[in-house]
């Protein structure tokens, strides 16, 4: 246990693979990809990822029911002795239909009380979400967050859908903004940790990252986890289109060691995908696709 960590926050990390980085060498996590739909657009987006939100080559997730991801859960729970969270990250919002999420966490822990329950969001939806949250024992969140600056998020985000209505432009990222910060402040209020994701956009968002890390810590953020953008035209994301470009590994690890001695950062994110299977960096989900699990579990 690190010296300056208090016993019952490491107590809540050591087995969480993406909140330890110890951790990420024994124990496994699973996503499951039951949030189909988003209620924002991200210029990086191509809705095929996930907690990291990103956009990677790959087939695209094969959507689960909550019922089809208990089936899975189980499944794997059984044959990946090393899994220890199950986390809900994609490929849209996982906050935003909340039905879905909600009633796959309860079926999850009511067949495996143990497993640890972690999800990743936008963070616009998150608000409403909070007390659900705690009330089913959800003690990791993820927020995406990638500007405190509503002119920064302009550039970002060309719309949210919020209350019903479409927002476009500042208004929008002033909006998602509040949220974001409302949401963290629930959460650390709660006692919940949390890690906020940030990509890094070249030219976007890259210098005022620094101040994003400082507004997090400032809320209680747990960790900042800084991710490259990766735009591939191949996958028709609007900043691949536009030719925007995502940062060299020196630039990632420039910007990181700037935010040394802020908010604590996750340097070993492997920006998994929204049916991810095992240990981070290992991808096992082809051997559970829905083809292969039970029809049943007894
Ligand atoms: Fe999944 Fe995300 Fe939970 Fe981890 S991933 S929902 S916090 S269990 Fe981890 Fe993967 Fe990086 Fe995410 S390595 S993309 S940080
Ligand atoms: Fe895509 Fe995630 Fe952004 Fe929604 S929040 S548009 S799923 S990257």
């Known amino acids: 246990k690190p010296a300056d960590m ?15 980085e110890e951790a990420h060498h024994y124990f496994a996590r699973m996503h499951v990809a039951v949030a189909p739909a988003c209620n924002i657009q991200c210029n990086y987006c191509n809705r095929k990822y996930d907690c990291a ?9 094969e959507k689960l029911t909550p019922d089809q991801a208990m089936r899975k859960v189980v499944t794997v729970a059984n044959e990946v002795p090393q899994l220890s969270v199950l986390g809900i990250a994609g490929p849209g919002d996982a906050c935003y239909d909340w039905t879905k999420s909600k009633s796959t966490f309860d079926a999850i822990s009511q067949q495996i009380p143990d497993i640890k329950l972690c999800i990743s969001t936008n963070g616009l939806a998150l608000p409403d979400r909070v007390d659900d949250l ?7 969140v993820t927020i995406t967050i990638n500007m405190v600056d509503p002119e920064i998020g302009a550039q970002i985000y060309p719309w949210i859908y919020y209350n019903k209505r479409r927002y476009e432009g500042i208004e929008a990222a002033r909006i998602l903004h509040e949220r974001q910060m409302l949401g963290l402040e629930m959460l650390t209020a709660r006692g919940i940790l949390t890690k906020i994701n940030s990509v890094m956009i070249p030219g976007i968002n890259d210098q005022h990252l620094l101040e994003v890390n400082k507004w997090v810590k400032e809320r209680g953020a747990f960790l900042h986890n800084v991710m490259p953008l990766i735009s591939d035209p191949a996958h028709g994301t609007h900043f691949g289109l536009t030719g925007q470009r995502g940062p060299t590994p020196m630039e990632l690890k420039e910007l990181q060691d700037a935010l040394e001695g802020g908010a604590k950062l996750m340097r070993h994110c492997r920006q998994c995908r929204a049916d991810a299977v095992g240990l981070l960096g290992e991808d096992r989900g082809q051997e559970f696709t ?8 007894t």
Not at 290 to 297: A, N, R
């Open 6 to 20: 208090a016993a019952d926050v490491w107590d809540r990390i050591k087995d969480h693979p993406c909140y330890s």
């Open 53 to 61: 939100n990103e956009s990677r080559p790959g087939v695209v997730s």
């Open 134 to 140: 705690a009330r089913m024992n959800v003690d990791h």
């Open 290 to 297: 829905l083809d292969q699990l039970p029809e049943t579990i």
